[in-house]
């Protein structure tokens, strides 16, 4: 007969109050023990499943893969031990969300609609700004969990890896480099080009490219957002060098996207304040984001 596995619910608590708080102390404080205490509940727990579930890093305790796994394995048990001596029914639960425009409309706004569909118990806010607000904003612990496209490192947020890519040349059609499979900094000597403003740090990037190729393009426009620059191209401005996540899977009618060669590289990531978990309806709306965002040539998910 297979050796049953037992389970100890005080060892699941202190891995809930590590995931709130990453310290021992933090732990030790929210469960009334000693640190000594929450350390020796881990390290039972770490030998119980045989895995590791927090790393030092840079003095900080950092969840594993491990860790966040059986975390969100533990929501339906606590949520369980919570309704016991609470209501039957489970109250709405409030998500609030923040992203800039090019992932907010409409890539993460369909995904509101869909997600709140399967989950009529939900009210989503969403609110959209610049990269500056979505840091402030988990920062200042105004919303649950943002989408961005900058790599950072700032006090007070935690970014979690969502998708990669590389850059692309957007343009008509019919435009006469839409013949090629990948464009090269070359090709773009002497075309009208839509280009990002300077506070997105590809765009010094993609000049630094640009003058090392020789070439000189003719710049008819400058944009914030890449949803501003490939509609410049749609209305037959020029071309433009942008992300194509998520815009490459809105198919805009008479554009082509084309692969554009250079080291310029996107990483996209969800956003959350670093001070406390996602919430349960956050890791939820991020699942099915994850599970329900499309397969593209230009990008993967991470």
């Known amino acids: 007969m297979p ?28 469960l009334g023990l000693s640190q ?31 860790a966040l796994q059986l975390n969100e394995r533990l929501d339906a048990l606590f949520q369980a031990l919570d309704q016991i001596d609470g209501p039957a029914e489970m109250e709405q639960e409030i998500l609030r969300l923040i992203a800039p425009p090019s992932f907010a409309n409409p890539f993460l706004i369909d995904h509101i609609a869909s997600f709140t569909k399967s989950n009529p118990k939900t009210f989503t806010s969403l609110e959209i700004g610049t990269s500056k607000d979505v840091v402030e904003g988990m920062q200042e612990e105004r919303f649950d969990m943002g989408v961005i496209g900058v790599e950072l490192s700032r006090a ?6 969502f998708r990669k890519s590389a850059a ?59 949803n501003a620059a490939i509609r410049m191209v749609q209305n037959g401005c020029g071309l433009t060098v942008v992300n194509p996540f998520p815009s490459s899977h809105l198919d805009p009618q008479g554009l082509t996207f084309r692969r554009f060669a250079s080291p310029i590289s996107y990483q996209i990531y969800f956003a959350a304040p670093d001070s406390r978990p996602l919430p349960r309806v956050a890791r939820q709306f991020m699942r099915h984001v994850r599970l329900l965002t499309p397969q593209d040539p230009f990008s993967v998910p991470v």
């Open 3 to 30: 050796r049953k596995k037992w389970h100890s619910l005080s060892e699941y608590q202190t891995l809930r109050a590590m995931m709130e708080g990453n310290t021992t102390a933090s732990a030790a404080r929210r």
């Open 36 to 66: 000594s205490a929450v350390s020796r509940s881990l390290s039972s727990l770490e030998a119980r499943i045989g895995t590791t579930l927090f790393e030092r890093e840079a003095g900080r305790l950092s969840p594993t893969a491990a």
């Open 156 to 161: 007070g947020i935690r970014l979690i890896p």
């Open 168 to 226: 692309v040349c957007v343009m008509p059609e019919t435009h006469p480099l839409a013949k090629r499979d990948i464009i090269r900094p070359p090709d773009l000597h002497g075309q009208q080009l839509i280009v990002l403003s300077y506070r997105h740090a590809r765009r010094a990037q993609l000049d630094k490219i640009l003058t090392q190729a020789g070439a000189t393009p003719k710049l008819v426009a400058e944009v914030s957002n890449s």
